[in-house]
Each structure stands twice: as C-alpha cells, then as structure tokens.
C-alpha cells in the first residue's frame, strides 16, 4: 500500500471547456464507454476490503467501476444523475438496478448500504455536503471509497498527448492536495498501482471526446486539437487497428464511518439489500446535480 506519488510535468491545459453540470456526460456517453478505461482489480478489492452488503457506485456513468464490483461478486445499485448515462450503464452490465441521485442528494433510506464508492467523480461533488449524505446511507462502520484512473506521462507519446488536450479537475486534484472529506469521516487511506493498456486510435480519439474540457469547448478549439491528436497519432504509427501502449497510475482511497459494536455489525451484515431498494424504487426519479467523471 503506498500514497499518491505527485504528477509531474505540467503543462498548462491547451485550451479550456465551460462549467460542466450533472447531465453534460449524456452527451457523450458511447463515447465514454469506449474510451475510458477499466479499473485494476487490485485497487477495487483494497478500496472495499471487508465490506460484504449492498454497494452503492455514485456518479457510476457508463458503469465502469460498476462492472468492476460485479466482478467481485458485489451487489450494486448504480446511481448518476444523468439519465443517458444510466442507459447506456444498462447495455453494459444488464440486470443492475440503476437510479438517478447524486453525491449530496442519495435517495435510500438512513444507514441502508455498506458502502458507497466513486470512480472519477469525487472531484465533482461538494465535499461537505456529499460527506454527510453518503454517511446518512452508510450503515455504522461502511465504507466510503473513491478512485481514479490517471495517465502515466513516463511515456513520451503519452506527454504529448498531454500537451495537447490539457489536464482534467481530478488530474489537478491528485497533482494537488489530493481528495479530501468531510464529518464524520476519518482520515483517508490512500492505494496506488500502475499498470499498461492497449489503445487503438479510436480508442483514444473517445477517450478525449468524453472529456468536459473537449465537449465543452468551443467548436474551433476542439478542431484543433482533433488536428493536433492525428498529427500525433500519424508520429508513432497508430493508425488502423494498430495500438500503443498507455500506462496508467491508479490512485484509491478510503474512509469509514464511526464503527458498530461487534453485535451491531453482525447483524448489519446479514441484512437483506431490500431496504436499499425500496428506498430507491420509491424515489427512482429523484434527480441529481454534480457531474461524473472526468479524468
């Protein structure tokens, strides 16, 4: 387990899109899906070390982190504010319960879930507000977890890729102070892994076009840096069904709520998610207002 090493080299962003609200991703949400990358394994089992109980992954988007979970046999409930988002969420992990909601605004009944995660979306939410309501649906002792998938500019094609479509607010924040929460959460603890992974050029081309920066900037600035992107891609050969090597830094980090007695866990852990549910079914067309991710 180690802390978050700094992000160097930073250059300042090549251009800069508007404010971004809750619903903007929708309108890139193929896009998202097909750009972004997964989430290691070993940075989604230490983020949930011990939690057995029903998962809520907030701000989910297209259900990256999502189908992560699953993989690890979680029970989730996906919730984004972003109605498209959550459709195209259905496509990929079929059978998932999904709901609108945000951060600060969960609609689940009081200390209902054992843990709420966030992938690329902490940056997003009002950390005060968002600290105290996740803690409102987190049983005594649950889990609060976010993560990030964040370039590796070890790479030179991938430091020019930098050069060119900037850096996100979750780039910033991890290059900066890092995440932070608020009452009653603890201290957080911090996990970090590198890893590689194969990028055709489409692949890269969604990856910039399901960032804000991209979508919401104006139309001659988005040309350029479709320009500047082929430019680099025809330097390294990437073209066709050719790839390059991508590398990543994964950045994690968890917190709990105060802690249940012995017996109160006990019997937390063998409840049935149907409460989770039924809170959700009765509010399913609750609406929310930070946006997911971006990185």
């Known amino acids: 387990m180690r802390g978050p090493a700094p992000l160097s080299r930073r250059p300042s962003a090549h251009y800069a899109g508007g404010v971004t609200s809750g ?10 899906a097909r750009g972004r990358p997964d989430y290691p394994a070993d940075a989604v089992a230490w983020m949930l070390e011990g939690v057995e109980g029903q998962v809520l992954d907030v701000g989910a988007g297209t259900g990256k982190l999502t189908i992560a979970l699953l993989h690890q046999h979680h029970r989730v409930i996906a ?23 945000s951060a600060e605004s969960l609609p689940f009944a009081d200390g209902s879930v054992a843990a709420v995660v966030m992938g690329q979306a902490w940056h997003w939410v009002d950390v005060e507000a968002a600290s105290a309501e996740i803690a409102r649906v987190l049983r005594p002792g649950g889990t609060l977890g976010m993560i990030w998938n964040i370039r590796d500019e070890y790479s030179p094609w991938v430091e020019a890729l930098t ?19 608020g009452a009653p959460f603890g201290e957080l603890e911090a996990y970090e892994t590198t890893w590689k992974a194969e990028v055709t050029a489409a692949e890269v081309r969604a990856l910039v ?3 804000s920066t991209y979508f919401s900037a104006r139309d001659e600035a988005a040309h350029d840096v479709d320009l500047a992107l082929e430019q680099l891609f025809a330097s390294i050969g990437l073209t066709g069904d050719a790839t390059a090597t991508m590398p990543y830094a994964t950045f994690a980090f968890r917190a709990r709520t105060p802690g249940a007695s012995e017996d109160t866990a006990d019997a937390a852990g063998a409840a049935d998610a149907a409460d989770a549910a039924d809170a959700a079914d009765a509010s399913e067309d609750a609406a929310g207002a930070p ?3 971006d990185a």
């Open 23 to 32: 619903t903007s991703f929708g309108r890139v949400a193929a896009e998202y």
């Open 79 to 101: 919730v984004d504010p972003d109605p498209v988002m959550l459709a195209t969420l259905e496509i990929h992990a079929p059978g998932v319960m999904t709901v609108r909601g």
């Open 163 to 181: 050069r060119i479509i900037g850096y996100s607010h979750a780039e910033r924040l991890l290059d900066g102070p890092g995440p932070r929460v």
């Open 209 to 211: 076009h399901s960032r």
């Open 291 to 293: 946006a997911p991710d």
